[in-house]
């Protein structure tokens, strides 16, 4: 098991001392305690950019509260992440609710509550009942599908939600065109819902099959399609200057960013709570964007931008 202490490097601090002096990061008065000194943990974390932050942001912050960390960061899937989770291997990760709805209580996607909170409690308590697994420290960050477009192409358009995209299905197909990935395209809780949930039908032809990564890129170039399928907090919206069209009819499931712990460690150590819940309300879908945007378009590394920004928020010091 690694140890998140090899990472911090002379060169990767070297590499940016000037980004964190610029922005006035590392100075003397971030929190430190020792409320978890003696304290052992495995931090797990699934294998995509935001969740490598959240790993090193969970690690970072309780070895600040003294405790030591083993780094398990980088686990392929969810269901992996999850099994090493139950089964003790790691102690915690950063999960979300939608996830834990539909993928690990196996509820149906259309029975998910619309209120972010009501899904985590209903999540939580099913949860903590049947497999010992406590929910903590609900966060703003929404991770969910969506619909997104150039900002240019939202103004000229008029589109700024799914109900104006779907009057533009209805009556100008050919500007409402959209690109996808085949698995967005064939759920029952992504586009064929979301056509029914609106009440408009837009024409194969109009319909582009690709790989998710180039939406980011080809969409706004209009190439071949001006709307796509995104992650809510994908860095590579702001970064390619575009814009997600609200969800107004709440179609979309919930993807609310949260903790969860194995119960028994949960139990043991009362400081969990505390910090993690202060983590998770200095979160947003807009800063995880722009965390997510620092590793996957600057190329800076996950440690040093989640040291950077438990820096900056005084969470470490």
Known sequence: MRHIRKFRLPALVAALALTIAACGGGGGDEA?????????????SKEFTEQLILGQIAIQALENAGAEVKDETGIQGTATTRKALTSGKIDMYWEYTGTGWTTLLKHDAADAPKDPQELFDQVAKEDLKQNDVKWTALSEVNNTYALATAKSTADDLGVENISDYAELADSSPDEATICAASEFLDRADAWPGLQK?????????????????IIYT?????????????????????????????????????????????????????ALEDIFGEISQKLDTETMQDLNSQVDVDGLPPEAVAQKWLEDNKLIG
Do not use: H, W
């Open 32 to 44: 430190s305690s020792d409320e978890l000194s003696g304290a052992t943990f495995t931090v797990g």
């Open 197 to 213: 949930a609106y009440d408009f039908e837009l024409p194969s032809k109009y319909v582009t099959e690709v790989e998710l990564g």
């Open 218 to 270: 080809r969409v706004p170039k209009k190439e071949p399609c001006q709307f796509g399928e995104v992650f809510g907090t994908d860095g590579r919206i702001p970064a390619n200057d575009m814009v997600v069209l609200d969800d107004d009819k709440n179609f979309f499931v919930k993807y609310n960013l949260a903790m969860t712990i194995n119960d028994e460690v949960f139990e043991k150590y009362d």
